[in-house]
């Protein structure tokens, strides 16, 4: 470059030179040059005249300043400037990556966490090793990532769940621990709602019972007592509506009036 200027090139829209009339920073050439999407903005290089070689962030040090005969060398990223959130996440899939991005941001910009979402399975695996530290906890989930990294959320669908399904607080996979019961997996679920047919909630053997199925009145068990029934993995309790019970008509005397149901 010729005095007083500084020259740039690289990873670039537009290579040039910038005469330094007034005091200039690395941003300032970094908007002029107009980087690629391939440019590595946190790495770019920057030679002075006396030969010195500087490696800069511009993402954490934008006021970076130029000197005249300054060469700025903006090289392309080694690896895809994104990291990827797969997993139990509402969206899950490759996310643009910022310099001082945490795990949690991740988790959050990829729709956040399913209720599938399993916390003590949640990692972030770097260069397919995973990372000390880097887990759900308060502290871990603060990790800071790098580009190409990979935040891994384990899902219960992939483990041990049964299902609870129909008339209760909380429909869907519940964790399954071994001995769990009826009672348990629906208090789980938050309990039955108003209008479920508490006499007639069913367990349906999806896996190993063939397609069996059995209805349990609730009203005559108690939590964890021998009428409980336990239940197996992948079990799909379903709480169905409560249905009024024709009574029967009486076969002599009187036959109580009943009003006609309305059309809708």
């Not at 690896?79 to 490759?94: D, M």
């Not at 910009?109 to 916390?119: D, F, S, Y």
């Not at 938050?190 to 209805?215: L, P, Q």
């Amino acid at each position: 470059p010729i005095d007083g200027s500084v020259s740039f090139r690289g990873a670039v829209r537009k290579s040039g030179s910038l005469n330094l009339q007034a005091p200039k920073s690395i941003a300032d050439v970094i908007e002029l040059a107009e980087l690629t999407d391939a440019a590595d903005r946190n790495g770019v290089i920057v030679i002075s005249a006396l030969g010195r070689t500087y490696r800069v962030d511009v993402d954490a040090n934008p006021d970076f300043p130029m000197r005249p005969g300054d060469q700025v060398l903006v090289p392309q990223l080694s690896v895809a400037n994104e990291i990827l959130v797969l997993g139990a996440v509402n969206k899950p899939g490759s996310l643009s990556f910022k310099s001082g991005m945490t795990m949690e941001q991740a988790v959050a910009q990829a729709g956040g966490l399913t209720g599938h979402a399993i916390m003590d399975q949640i990692a972030l695996v770097r260069k397919d090793k995973p990372v000390e530290g880097a887990d759900w906890s308060a502290t871990g989930r603060k990790a800071l990532l790098q580009r190409g990294d990979v935040v891994r959320v384990g899902s219960q669908e992939n483990g041990r769940y049964v299902s609870v399904m129909g008339h209760v607080k909380t429909s869907g996979l519940v964790p399954f621990k071994p001995g769990m019961t009826l009672m348990e997996a629906l208090e789980a679920a938050g309990g039955t709602i108003v209008g479920a047919g508490k006499d007639a909630v069913e367990i349906r053997k999806v896996f190993g019972g063939r397609g069996s199925s059995k209805k349990y009145d609730l009203n005559l068990l108690t939590k964890g007592s021998k009428n409980d029934p336990k239940l197996q993995a992948a079990d799909v309790v379903f709480v169905p509506a409560f249905l009024f019970k024709e009574t029967k008509q009486p076969t002599s005397g009187f036959r109580p009036v009943v009003p006609p149901r309305r059309s809708r």
